[in-house]
């Protein structure tokens, strides 16, 4: 995307930051998953039945290797180390191979805690539970010997301690006196001796995995992992538990930790740091950042770095030219009484890589001080460890330790090494750019000379991106793609290439030069308004752009749906078939002229109402039009008949009330739930599956999108400020067969309702979007604050309950 005017003088630069990480044959990308709860820690994982790699995990972050580039929509099963199983079909590229998963709770909120039942032994399985003498349901997890039952707040708190037997398989019976709710609620059944023990819990101080535990000389067996941390077993002799024990524990890096600990006045629950065992240790984290520089010029280098610009100190650096695939790394954070030679054997380790270079020492274009430097191709692993990984360890000559945290990495790193791959285009607002405010999908006054615009872009800078014109009711859409190579020259044919998600495209233009920008021609391209580009444009996220197969920019697609779609319906034809016209789209219904035994209808008929009372009726409404408002009302239908997907559902400030928001899915297949915060941008929140209910606590106002799994939008609303349940029907998404466009007398004025009886969905003058959804137990039309009460009499609309529509049927 080019800026107009003056080259260079406006524009900055911001290198791609997608990343293919292993190119060619074993072409692989990194999915990140943000886990909720942060604790989850993941067992395996399979994209559709294939075992997938976890290669790190971090805090609420684990990061997977996907072998297969071009694979988006699939089936994603997850395996917690806590045996919880989680299964998705989803777009595995939604926010740039970035996905957020719940594993949740039961969803009964704070008055219900999850008990956890784990016996000692791995092939131990629990048979039947009882609590103080109730038998209590549980809940099995595949491939593991872990249940889970629900306890529930009495009057005076949870009850916790009591009697808790369970039949074993393999195993003595169970039948022990037990604090359910002690050590995070989780219980482990011992089925080895039977004299009294406690479960010690040992947690790392660090970064470092416990792999090995003893107290006063003796090890301890480990009989369960979580994270970092360990979950182990003290037993009582014939004085009891010896409370103050030396403890010692060994670490995955070969570090170790002990210390004089009081067992029982920590509640079994301590906590062990890996002492330093290096000639210099250092540690950076707190104030440092990842952060990517492009290049600015053809004859600039991009960098990499890893510094905290508050104390001007760096831990970490990389430079490159542009396009040449090679990058130059400096290991800038170790000290200087660290008095490394001028050949350093660094010994390096990320997530689940590592390697061995031979460093020589150099100063780093964009730090100070000389530090061990090596060079590596932008396909090394080491790129996938600074993606994937916690922190990265460099060991310098076994006797020097730097570790650098990687929170923040992903993104600065993948811009790098995109930029490493990619010969510098220009002066171009370059890359992803879903986070820029300042670029939006528009469309603009007409121009002059009467043509229609849709822009990608910033106007008020005058960067431009892509632009769209067409001749009104002409069919036919002019693009000039700004974000193209540098230099090309006039009148050359190339391929426009684009891709949504997991659907591709391809445009042929022909190269002009274009007044006001200035590094060569642009490809300018001419299609109509049906080409499938469009309906991509409309529903995706993101939108990636190759000029002959060189990948040129990535757009955002937030707030494109309506954008396009008043584009395009400005540029097609008036002529087009009309819904209801008795043609071959026609419904043969019209609510302005009842026919002959449907009186009755009229003394009941809210048109919502029917849908929602008699699906098991043959009434039917059989009308015939004449007015001309209702034939547009339906021809514009025709155009657009998931106009809910055009309308903008960001949150509205209707108070800080807290309501009750449902979905009900009766689509017949699983839909997934997004947030919409006040700037328009999504937030998935949760599927749905089929007959299910997700049940969410949100402010009044709250936006909401509703999209097929994988697919598109089918829905859109705001929430009012009561408690209300929508119903996602199966006709969600497309036309309504049963259309119907209602003519009314609003003082003087017709306004026109258009009603899709089977979604429960209507929108009135043209401007009122409404849902008929469960509003405070009854059925009501409503859309944030805007409520309707549409019958075959009257139509009366409020908004802010101030009236604005009071009306008669005509």
Known sequence: MHKLKTFGARIGVIILTL?????????????????????????????????????????????IELRDDKQCYATLSLIAENGRFLRRQMNLCDAEWQIALSFGDTGAGPSVRTITIVPSQDNVRVLALSFDGKPQPFTAFPNSNRVEFDIRRGPSGFKCVGKLSAALSGAK????????????????????????????????GGNDKIIKVELNGERLNI??????????????????????????????????????????????????TPKPTFASDTNLRSGYSWRFIPAQSENDIAALKFDARSFDRTGFSAVCEPGSRQATIYLDGFPARADLPRRTRINWTTGRYNGVVNGDRGQSPVATGAAPSFSKSTDDRLWSGLISGATFTAIANDNHRLILSLSGSAGPVRQFVEACNSRFNGPTVYGDVTDDSSLQWSTPPSRRDGDLRLVFGDLSTDRVGLEARCTPQDDLVRIMFASAPRGLSNGRNVNVD????????????????????????????????????????????????????????????????????????????????????????????????????????????????????????????????????????????????????????????????????????????????YEIDANGQRQYVRDVPPSARL????????????????????????????????????????????????????????????????????????????????????????????????????????????????????
Request: a neutral charge; one cysteine or more; proline letters at 4%.
């Open 19 to 63: 990343l293919v990480l292993v190119q060619g044959a074993a072409a692989a990308r990194i999915l990140t998953i943000e886990k909720s709860p942060q604790d989850i820690q993941l067992k395996s994982a399979f994209i559709n039945g294939q075992r997938a790699d976890i290669v790190a995990q971090a805090g609420q972050y684990a990061f």
């Open 173 to 204: 019976n169970f039948e022990r006196t037990v604090d359910l709710c002690a050590f995070n609620n989780e219980v482990i059944l011992d089925v080895e001796p039977t004299n009294y023990y406690e479960i010690l819990t040992v947690r790392s």
């Open 223 to 272: 009989i369960r992992h979580i994270g970092n941390d360990v979950r182990t077993r003290i037993f009582a002799d014939k004085s009891g538990i010896n409370c103050t024990g030396n403890l010692k524990v060994e670490f995955a890096s070969g570090a170790t930790g002990e210390g004089q600990l009081d067992l029982c006045g920590s509640n079994f629950d301590v906590t062990v």
């Open 498 to 673: 684009w891709q949504v998600g997991n659907e591709t495209g391809r445009v042929p233009a022909t190269t002009r030069a274009i007044e006001g920008f200035e590094w060569g021609a642009l490809p300018v391209a001419v299609i109509d308004t049906y080409d499938p580009m469009w309906r991509a444009l409309a529903l995706g996220n993101i939108v990636r752009w190759k000029i002959n197969g060189e990948q040129t920019a990535t757009y955002s697609l937030k707030g494109s749906g309506a954008a396009i779609r008043r584009f395009l319906n400005g540029c097609r034809p008036a002529s087009q078939p009309a819904i209801g016209d008795g043609g071959d789209s026609g419904f043969g219904v019209d609510p302005d002229r009842p026919t002959t035994g449907n009186e009755a209808v009229d003394t009941i008929i809210n048109i919502f109402d029917l849908i929602n009372q008699q699906s098991n009726s043959n009434v039917k409404i059989n009308i015939n039009t004449r007015s001309a408002a209702t034939r547009q009302a339906l021809n514009n239908y025709q155009a657009n008949p998931n106009y809910m997907c055009a309308r903008s559902a960001n949150s509205q400030p209707l108070g800080n009330r807290a309501i009750s928001v449902g979905f009900k899915n009766d689509r017949g297949q699983t839909v997934e739930v």
């Open 695 to 810: 049940q969410l606590t949100r402010s009044a106002g709250q936006g909401f999108e509703v999209r097929s799994a994988g697919g598109g939008c089918l829905t859109t609303m705001v929430a009012p400020n009561a408690d209300i349940e929508y119903s996602i029907k199966p006709t969600m998404g497309g036309a309504d067969p049963d259309v119907v466009a209602k003519s009314y007398n609003c003082a003087g004025r017709e306004v026109v309702a258009l009603i899709e009886p089977n979604k429960g969905t209507a929108l009135v003058d043209g401007d009122y979007a409404l849902h008929r959804a469960r509003v405070n137990g009854g059925f009501a039309n409503v859309w944030g604050d805007v409520q309707a009460k549409i019958t075959n009499q009257e139509l009366v609309l409020e908004e802010g309950g101030t009236t604005r529509l009071s009306c008669r049927a005509r």
